[in-house]
């Protein structure tokens, strides 16, 4: 019975200690720190920064969302467009390898062609009208 009263004083002893001894943690040193910044992202000037490593949904494009300008289409998004867009005269691209599919009324002005190999697909509700350049 003491034996085991010794043995739980001895666990519960190294379960503190490798608690408190794991418990602080010093971080790499780096001489320099390389990372990209998001597509029109321009920086402020700030006398000091500090930044959070790892992923970042703000850096994420939602290419399936037109929101304003031309509309630049991710393949590897595969996109299923199913609201009504009017783009004026603003421009359709695609890049990227997957497909997109419309299944709602778009105006623009020009619709490119899709990367090779890759497809495009009309819904039955879809609808594009093109050519609006004026």
């Keep these: 019975m003491l034996n085991k ?77 199913d609201s009504d867009t009017d783009l004026g005269t603003n421009n359709i691209t695609f890049y990227g390898e997957g497909n997109v599919t419309f299944n709602a009324i778009i105006t623009t002005c020009n619709v490119g062609g899709l990367p090779a190999n890759q497809k495009g697909y009309l819904g039955s509700s879809a609808r594009v009208n093109y050519g609006v350049c004026q």
């Design 5 to 81: 009263k010794i043995l739980a004083f001895f666990g519960i002893f190294f379960l503190v200690l490798t608690i408190t001894s794991t418990s602080s943690y010093t971080p790499p040193t780096y001489n320099s720190v390389n990372f990209t910044l998001c597509d029109g992202y321009t920086a402020p000037t700030y006398n000091s920064i500090n930044f959070t490593l790892g992923e970042s949904d703000s850096c994420v494009v939602d290419t399936c969302t037109y929101s304003s300008g031309n509309w630049n289409i991710s393949l590897n998004d595969f996109c299923i467009i």
